[in-house]
């Protein structure tokens, strides 16, 4: 863990939805990230008042054209927030930013990890799961991957064309998508809230030993993980990442 404010430098930026827009960041001297981890962003007013931000990092270490010392953020416009209304529509390439990171030793996939992999995601929660599907792609690794996505209405997936590029890569990711609000047409269930039942017949089973990786909001988190419990699985094998505040993800 890098404890140490840097520098930040913003290198690209664009829209990922509506409300979300990928940030590319270059860290002279980083050495690169591991799947899954995080950084906290600092920001000063001109008056000395400081906020502070967690951000889940969406890219792989070097990968998809990124140099080792960049990585990219996906941040989710929150309409009170004091921080991501800045990130999504006020910040520019070339601009600066005080970062800490990257953070987390939990919460990662690693390329030698050879087991299936269950990632199931709840809204921005896809960010960090995000990086470890690339992270798998770009090693073309071959631990089952699936990835289950909670979103609200079709408009609000992040990464839409990558995942579905990813699913036909040389270590192909499976996805799953349950639509909270709003389907695409002609989709075969009816939106609504992802159920115990849902998630039962989407994800790996328990005879096949998965390793679950779980973020979103805190209720989402809380009945995913008691589910998947309830289900058989270990929950050792159940890792757990929430939204927001200084030491969790975005």
């Known amino acids: 863990m890098t404890t140490a404010w840097r520098v930040a430098e913003v290198v690209a930026a664009h ?31 001109p008056d000395g008042y400081q906020a502070v931000r967690s951000y889940s990092i969406a890219s792989a270490s070097g990968a998809d054209g990124l140099a080792v010392d960049e990585f990219e953020l996906t941040v989710e416009e929150l ?7 800045y990130l999504v529509h006020g910040l520019s390439v070339g601009d600066q930013l005080e970062v800490r990171g990257p953070v987390g030793g939990w919460f990662v996939w690693r390329t030698g990890d ?24 770009a090693a073309a690794s071959p631990a089952p ?18 995942l579905m590029t990813l699913g036909e890569a040389t270590a192909p990711l499976r996805v ?13 269930t009816p939106a609504g809230r992802l159920t115990a039942a849902g998630l039962n017949a989407l994800v790996l089973p328990a005879a096949e030993s998965p390793t679950f990786y779980v973020c979103g909001s805190t209720p989402f988190v809380e009945a995913v993980s008691g589910w998947l419990v309830d289900a058989g699985h270990d929950p050792d094998r159940v890792r757990t990442e929430r939204y927001g505040g200084i030491g969790g993800a975005q």
């Not at 409300?19 to 000063?44: E, F, K, N, W």
């Not at 309409?79 to 209304?85: L, R, Y």
């Not at 921005?124 to 599907?133: D, I, T």
């Open 114 to 137: 050879a087991g299936p992999v269950q990632l199931i995601a709840g809204g921005s929660g896809v960010v960090p799961l995000m990086s470890m599907a690339r992270a798998h792609a």
């Open 79 to 85: 309409p009170d927030g004091e921080v991501s209304p």
């Open 176 to 188: 799953d998508y349950v639509f909270t609000r709003e389907t695409p047409p002609d989709w075969p």
């Open 15 to 45: 829209e990922e939805t509506a409300t979300a827009r990928t940030i590319r960041l270059r860290i002279p001297g980083l050495t690169g990230h591991l799947a899954g981890q995080h950084v906290d962003i600092r920001l000063t007013a």
């Open 145 to 162: 991957f699936r990835l289950l996505y909670s979103a609200r209405t079709p408009m609000s997936v992040y990464y839409r064309d990558e």
